[in-house]
């Protein structure tokens, strides 16, 4: 999953409001935003929102808007795992924190440890977000909800259209072509890359078992021998835009669409036999002090122009959860918009196997690495 950009902060809790400066303009704090910020603006000294979120929600152009809007500054530090993110919850008081933005199938976890407050069907614009997004085996917990739906992506296949074949893009087999050999980077994250293999093999993720990972495996093993490079975001995204690889293995649009304006050869797709779906969800603490605000601010993220801004953050673009997100058509055309219905049927929410399987996976994933 796209989470390349390191913590910034110690991991005590939150200090000041740190920016991370984007080539990309601050997008205007118009009419439109105003209306979707609508509450009374702030006359008390200026109050704070403390947020734990994705590199991507830490914008300037996301939050910049909402902070003139309400009259509150926001403090925001990024985290890459959820287990970094539970122990910096551990490390902090209650009530340090407010808004949340975590991995939805890491939802059910964290709500059942009690850190998460119940939000109410009628605050979000269900009617809005992509109906497959809604998704109750993640975001709802015992009929409760938890967490919205903000963000999503694949993992799937990137590549250079330039050199490579649109044909053989479109099949999984892609993976271990030989004509593309020591030009193959390979995404470091085994779950969705497993899962990846698992599928040109004719194998759900769901129907992952001990059983089906001998023969991916010896899949992985093959493509190691092709491969140019095996690594996290950064690196496999420099192989791409140096040269030195054509094709990332559970690649896609959080990898190659927001360097597409100054590498135009760079696209993304999912073959056939589809691909891996990632999605990330904003939650509340439930012992945060400013329910109020943190709901505002949600609902901020989750509107049209809230989507926008957070779709294309410099630190990785991908699909907005709100279908009437206002974005321009080469924007629309970078993330493959027109596609996505395709895509979405056509694509597999994460599966998160149980201890044992998790276990299994990445011993496999650790001979890989070394062979």
Not at 143 to 170: C, S, T
Not at 255 to 284: H, Y
């Amino acid at each position: 999953m796209p989470r390349p950009v390191a913590d910034r902060r110690p991991a005590s809790g939150p200090t000041a409001s740190v920016r991370r400066l984007g080539r990309r303009r601050f997008l205007q704090a118009g009419a439109a935003a105003a209306a979707a910020l609508a509450a009374p603006r702030i006359v008390r000294a200026q109050e704070e929102l403390n947020i734990l979120v994705w590199c991507d929600n830490i914008d300037p152009k996301l939050l910049g808007p909402f902070e003139e809007a309400a009259g509150v500054r926001i403090n925001a530090k990024d985290y890459q795992e959820t287990g970094a993110a539970l122990a910096i919850l551990e490390q902090s008081q209650p009530g340090d924190w407010d808004v949340f933005v975590v991995d939805s199938a890491d939802v059910r976890r964290v709500a059942q440890r009690g850190l998460l407050a119940e939000l109410k069907d009628s605050d979000i614009p269900w009617d809005d977000i992509f109906p497959e997004l809604r998704a109750p085996d993640f975001h709802y917990v015992d009929g409760k909800l938890y967490a919205a739906p903000e963000k999503f992506g694949y993992n799937a296949i990137a590549f250079n259209n330039e050199k490579v074949d649109a044909a053989d893009v479109q099949t999984a087999a892609i993976m271990w072509n030989t004509k593309y050999s020591d030009r193959i980077a390979i995404y470091d994250y085994y779950i969705p890359t497993m899962e990846m293999v698992g599928l040109a093999m004719g194998t759900r993720p769901n129907e992952l078992d001990e059983e089906k990972l001998g023969p991916i495996r010896d899949k992985l093993l093959e493509m190691k021998q092709l491969a140019s490079v095996i690594g996290d975001v950064p690196t496999v995204q420099n192989a791409m835009v140096t040269g030195s690889a054509d094709i990332i293995v559970a690649g896609g649009e959080f990898a190659v669409a927001g360097l597409a304006s100054e590498s135009p050869w760079l696209d993304w797709t999912i073959p056939r036999e589809g691909g891996i779906r990632w999605m990330q969800a904003i939650a509340l603490f439930a012992d945060s002090k400013k329910h109020d605000l943190g709901l505002r601010f949600l609902q901020y993220v989750l509107s049209p122009q809230g989507q926008a801004a957070l779709a294309t953050a410099e630190c990785y673009w991908a699909m907005p959860a709100n279908s009437k997100t206002e974005l321009g058509e080469a924007e629309r055309k970078r993330l493959r918009w027109d596609e996505q219905d395709g895509f979405i049927k056509n694509s597999y929410p994460y599966f998160i196997p149980d201890e044992a399987l998790d276990k299994k996976m990445l011993e496999v994933w650790t001979e890989f690495l070394q062979a």
